[in-house]
């Protein structure tokens, strides 16, 4: 079983960058895919970004394509997401999940808590 927790959310202006890290705390990590989602205030919660389990291969929405980086680390159990060029709709409480989905989040079987990503204009 994979226990998740994010951190590296925050307040920052338009144009900015944050890094969120997630940490797992299972014996899968290396060999499960991770993926990060968003749930913006009164809207659904959406795909970010997905990278397989050898990190070999990413997967992003078109929302954030260009702009924010997926990677992981399996000696430390951490996946992380670069934002860079940040704008307002990126705001939402951010979640990583693992599992073998790739963009659909019935594929993903454990998630985190979620870290809150502000971004101000």
């Known amino acids: 079983q994979e226990q998740l927790g994010e951190s590296g959310g925050g307040l920052v202006q338009a144009g900015g960058s944050l890094r969120l890290s997630c940490a797992a705390s299972?014996?899968?990590?290396?060999?499960?895919?991770m993926g990060w989602f968003r749930q913006a205030p009164g809207k659904e919660r959406e795909f970010v970004a997905t990278i397989s389990w050898s990190g070999g291969a990413t997967y992003y929405a078109d929302s954030v394509k260009g702009r924010f980086t997926i990677s992981r680390d399996n000696a430390k159990n951490t996946v992380y997401l670069q934002m860079n060029s940040l704008k307002p709709e990126d705001t939402a409480v951010y979640y990583c999940?693992?599992?073998?989905?790739?963009?659909?989040?019935?594929?993903?079987?454990?998630w985190g808590q979620g870290t809150q990503v502000t971004v101000s204009s």
């Open positions: 299972g014996r899968t990590f290396s060999i499960t895919n």
């Open positions: 999940a693992a599992g073998p989905g790739w963009e659909l989040e019935s594929g993903y079987k454990y």
